[in-house]
């Protein structure tokens, strides 16, 4: 009875129960407040839904401008359905991301019984995987979020799972199953569509999988004519091909030459700077040294060692602050060992299974390293599940060492203080996760847009121009989201800016509102009728206690260091 009760399969479900409840439980209200890309994919999908048109008018896009950054499509049109049943709310845009967290702690299990098919650790490596990404900071945290990359990992590993069933099957029961390996290849496509660190990966990840397994395929092809059964997956291919291109040439091209390193121009001004130190800026002696050429060279170098940095991984994650909690990294720092021991278990290990997760990292770490930005959590995603995975097998190593070193006791007394530790380690990140996080990075996520959205809705129509500070945070999404602003009536009620340098697209003003960096230098901003929406810490003292100005009311989080300001001038209601 005791044995049945804790049986692998019984665990296994028990891991489903815990990731379902950490998943849905305030996914609405943790983090506080929708990011403007969350409440961007839910207006899209919901005017979408509404008009067939996006925000500028495309029909059913495949590119989506957004606000000039280009969004893609996957978790917009998965967002659809939901919004049909269940209307566009915060929890709704989360929704696909907390089922796709539920979906890989799923997957996973099952991913790990085929990668490892023959490996001692398989069985422990299936419960312990699936139960670590159920607890795993950076998998609570993406399914918390609307992140479009979380979306795509779990159908990467979708297709991943189905492409090893299709190999298994095919040498151990001599049946190749070309249906599966089809609609494997199909998911593994659709993640194109889904996150541009995708593009990169999906391509160098399966090149780099077809070279590992070639002596296999030729052996194969000899036996069954492999060649011939792999006909119809050529269309799927192409359809991947066609994506890549109209990636690259299209919309992605914009937000691609933003990011990349090898946009030498970038580097023009950090070189200028170093030279004119110089007292001869064009001698060729020092111009060998400081030049766009060894500019990026460096750039390289410091992206390297951003991304395997024990900061980023372990301690603090991320450049952007949002996609991390304060304190945490993307990874329990508990785990440090096992990776360190399960990386070199690639580097000594001639595995199938451990090679496989040597490509997965090499080809998750392009993305990250031909940007500026390479400690970038979403940018480095894909690789998170291999990370965990080979953590958890390099902890089995360690633990098998142990046990031929240690007595029985000690062994066991190793084995707690190790199960304590991650478990307390669990523990810490949940509380602050659930609890402190929502007040303690309130900043970090406009949690004053939803109450200023209706407060401004309800009297903006007392005042000729209401204006809202900064234009390039977007805070005109909110108004869209929480508003429901029909989607046929943006032409007439929404004014954008000109297309700025960096290929964005900022909206000047919906309706009466305008979104602009306010110059209180400017005369004609002191006319009557005018209501001021701005930080406390913005508007200039000799506007605050002017007498023509007043405080209409304060928006204030206990939390947050941070007021956000309602002053009016010459109010005429």
Request: net charge positive.
């Amino acid at each position: 009875m005791k044995k049945t009760l804790f049986s692998s399969k019984n665990i296994f479900l028990l891991i489903i129960a815990l990731s379902i409840f950490l998943r849905f439980f305030k996914l609405g209200s943790v983090p506080p407040e929708l990011n403007r890309d969350e409440a961007s994919l839910g207006y899209t999908a919901y005017s979408i839904l509404k008009t067939g048109h996006e925000e500028h008018g495309k029909y059913w896009p495949v590119q989506i401008e957004s606000f000039g950054d280009w969004k893609l499509p996957l978790y917009i049109y998965t967002l659809i359905p939901f919004i049909t049943v269940f209307n566009l709310e915060p929890w709704v845009v989360r929704l696909p991301s907390a089922l796709a967290g539920i979906g890989i702690v799923v997957v996973s299990r099952f991913l790990i019984l085929q990668l490892f098919r023959e490996n001692k650790y398989k069985d422990k490596l299936a419960v312990l995987v699936p139960l670590l990404l159920a607890i795993s900071p950076w998998e609570i945290h993406f399914s918390h979020v609307a992140y479009e990359a979380h979306l795509s990992l779990f159908f990467f590993i979708l297709g991943l799972l189905g492409i090893l069933i299709v190999r298994n099957k095919l040498i151990e029961q001599k049946i190749f199953d070309y249906k599966l390996l089809t609609i494997s290849i199909l998911s593994c496509v659709i993640t194109l569509l889904g996150y541009h660190a995708y593009q990169v990966f999906i391509p160098l990840f399966l090149i780099g999988l077809a070279v590992l397994s070639r002596s296999e395929i030729n052996q194969l092809n000899k036996a069954y004519g492999l060649k011939q059964k792999l006909i119809p997956i050529i269309p799927i291919f192409l359809i991947g091909s066609l994506l890549l291109i109209s990636g690259v040439n299209g919309a992605n091209k914009t937000k691609f030459s933003g990011l990349s390193i090898f946009n030498l121009s970038s580097y023009s001004n950090e070189v200028s700077k170093e030279r004119v130190m110089l007292e001869s800026p064009n001698n060729l002696f020092f111009v060998g040294a400081i030049n766009k050429g060894s500019a990026f060279l460096q750039k390289i170098q410091a992206n390297f060692f951003d991304l395997i940095s024990p900061d980023f991984i372990f301690t603090k994650g991320g450049v952007n602050g949002a996609h991390n909690i304060t304190g945490f990294g993307n990874l329990y720092p508990i785990l440090f060992f096992g990776l360190v021991v399960g990386l070199a278990q690639i580097i000594i290990s001639t595995n199938f299974s451990l090679n496989i997760l040597g490509i997965w990292i090499l080809a998750a770490a392009v993305a990250p390293m031909i940007t500026f930005t390479a400690n970038h959590t979403t940018r480095f995603s894909p690789v998170f599940l291999s990370l965990e995975i080979l953590s958890v097998y390099g902890y089995l190593v360690i633990f098998d060492f142990f046990k031929n070193k240690l007595s029985g006791k000690l062994f066991k007394l190793f084995i707690t203080i190790f199960a304590i530790g991650l478990s307390y380690s669990a523990y810490y990140f949940l509380i602050h996760y659930f609890f402190i996080f929502p007040h303690k990075d309130a900043v970090r996520w406009s949690w004053q847009m939803k109450p200023l959205v209706f407060q401004l809705d309800a009297i903006k129509n007392n005042y000729d121009k209401v204006i809202v500070q900064d234009e390039q945070s977007s805070p005109y999404i909110y108004f869209l989201f929480y508003l429901k602003i029909d989607p046929l009536t943006l032409s007439k009620r929404m004014e954008y800016y000109p297309i700025d340098s960096e290929g964005f697209r900022h909206v000047k003003r919906l309706d009466n509102i305008y979104f602009e960096k306010i110059n209180w230098e400017i005369t004609n901003y002191l006319e009557e009728g005018r209501l001021f929406v701005i930080s406390d810490k913005e508007i200039p003292d000799y506007n605050r206690y002017h007498e023509r100005f007043s405080l209409l009311t304060s928006l204030e989080n206990e939390y947050v260091e941070q007021k956000i300001e309602l002053w009016e001038y010459e109010p005429f209601h």
